[in-house]
């Protein structure tokens, strides 16, 4: 039976358990109220449910890359303490979920928590976030996650830092199947992933940065020639030279290679894809810190489900 708005808050407020395990148990149960309560009880879901409120700001990122290194996934989830983070059932629980996806190939978070476990079919993603929950004590929320797959030769590669308060995923392609499997390109990928964890760049290259952001850094620094009394012929030359700093400050094939500062990425690449025979372009990245932006009011896990569906 179609099951309303209301039944599903009122089993909500009851029970304290999410909203799309509210709306299944009492489409399961034919809207039977008392039966939908058992039902939550039994799943183990009500009880899990109910520290859904609290706030998730530890945790950890962590990646997933296939034995080929065609593709990788970054994930961060998120527990209530930094206790909890360094717990093995919870560092297995995140390892599982970071296979699952890597495997899967999700689109979003919410598609994530609708797919069947690759590990046992029977249980969703969303049921065995609220196991784990029940069995390790605390909320936990699986913040985001990134998938890369190489469209063609090249590698992604991981760095993970600090026991998991820093994970980064970076995807580097080339024109030669047989270099990308070289042992001194893998290097290469890795000490990008590396650098990337430790300068911490924006974009790869200057032609990702946005107009407007590259036109708010030139108004200042033309701002700051003129308020220094500079001449009007000048003060252009100048805003080159500091866009050029910018550029190698937020770029990262412009960033000095923090393993050795008298090249730039850009000219590692270069030397390294000189001493394969190919051509080495780094496409893309993505840097997680733990916890980065998220408030309280992030950490609602029964919320996030209710949105999923569209409740």
Same mark, same amino acid.
């Given at each position: 039976?179609?099951? @309303?708005?209301?039944?599903?808050?009122?089993?909500?407020?009851? @029970?304290?358990?999410?909203?799309?395990?509210?709306?299944?148990?009492? %489409?399961?149960?034919? #809207?039977?109220?008392?039966?939908?309560?058992? !039902?939550?009880?039994?799943?183990? =879901?009500?009880?899990? /449910?109910?520290?859904?409120?609290?706030?998730? *700001? +530890?945790?950890? $990122?962590?990646?997933?890359?296939? %034995?080929? &290194?065609?593709?990788?996934? =970054?994930?961060?989830?998120? /527990?209530?303490?930094?206790?909890?983070?360094?717990?093995?059932?919870?560092?297995?629980?995140?390892?599982?979920?970071?296979?699952?996806?890597?495997?899967?190939?999700?689109?979003?978070?919410?598609?994530?928590?609708?797919?069947?476990?690759? #590990?046992?079919?029977?249980?969703?993603?969303?049921?065995?976030?609220?196991?784990?929950? &029940?069995?390790?004590?605390?909320? =936990?929320?699986?913040?985001?996650?990134?998938?890369?797959? $190489?469209? #063609?030769?090249?590698?992604?590669?991981?760095?993970?830092?600090?026991?998991?308060?820093?994970? $980064? =995923?970076?995807?580097?392609?080339?024109?030669?199947?047989?270099?990308?499997?070289?042992?001194?390109?893998? *290097? !290469?990928?890795?000490?990008?992933?590396?650098?990337?964890?430790?300068? &911490?760049?924006?974009?790869?290259?200057?032609?990702?940065?946005?107009?407007?952001?590259?036109?708010? +850094?030139?108004?200042?620094?033309?701002?700051?020639?003129?308020?220094?009394?500079?001449?009007?012929?000048?003060?252009?030359?100048?805003?080159?030279?500091?866009?050029?700093?910018?550029?190698?400050?937020?770029?990262?094939? %412009?960033?000095?290679?923090?393993?050795?500062?008298?090249?730039?990425?850009?000219?590692?690449?270069? %030397?390294?894809?000189?001493?394969?025979?190919?051509?080495?372009?780094? *496409?893309? !990245?993505?840097?997680?810190?733990?916890?980065?932006?998220?408030?309280?009011?992030?950490?609602?896990?029964?919320?996030? $489900?209710?949105?999923?569906?569209?409740?």
């Amino acid at each position: 039976m179609a099951v @309303t708005a209301a039944q599903i808050s009122e089993l909500r407020k009851s @029970t304290g358990a999410g909203m799309l395990d509210c709306k299944k148990a009492l %489409e399961q149960t034919d #809207g039977n109220f008392d039966q939908a309560v058992d !039902f939550l009880r039994t799943k183990g =879901l009500a009880a899990a /449910s109910k520290k859904a409120g609290r706030a998730a *700001t +530890e945790g950890m $990122v962590a990646a997933a890359v296939s %034995e080929n &290194s065609d593709k990788g996934v =970054l994930l961060e989830i998120n /527990s209530e303490t930094d206790f909890v983070a360094k717990n093995e059932i919870f560092q297995g629980f995140v390892k599982d979920i970071a296979n699952h996806i890597l495997q899967t190939n999700p689109a979003s978070v919410e598609e994530l928590f609708a797919q069947p476990y690759c #590990g046992d079919s029977s249980k969703s993603i969303q049921i065995m976030l609220n196991e784990a929950i &029940s069995v390790i004590g605390e909320n =936990l929320q699986i913040r985001r996650f990134s998938s890369y797959v $190489v469209p #063609g030769a090249g590698a992604v590669g991981s760095y993970i830092h600090a026991g998991g308060k820093i994970g $980064v =995923l970076v995807e580097v392609t080339c024109d030669s199947a047989t270099a990308a499997k070289d042992p001194a390109f893998a *290097t !290469f990928v890795k000490d990008v992933a590396m650098h990337i964890a430790a300068a &911490s760049p924006m974009y790869v290259q200057r032609s990702e940065v946005d107009a407007d952001v590259l036109e708010r +850094e030139k108004d200042i620094y033309r701002t700051k020639a003129r308020e220094s009394g500079k001449p009007e012929n000048i003060v252009e030359k100048i805003i080159d030279g500091q866009v050029n700093k910018f550029y190698a400050d937020i770029c990262l094939v %412009e960033q000095q290679f923090v393993k050795d500062t008298d090249k730039t990425i850009q000219q590692l690449a270069a %030397e390294v894809g000189k001493s394969l025979g190919t051509t080495i372009t780094i *496409t893309r !990245f993505t840097k997680y810190a733990l916890g980065e932006g998220l408030e309280k009011k992030e950490c609602d896990f029964a919320a996030e $489900v209710a949105a999923a569906a569209g409740l």
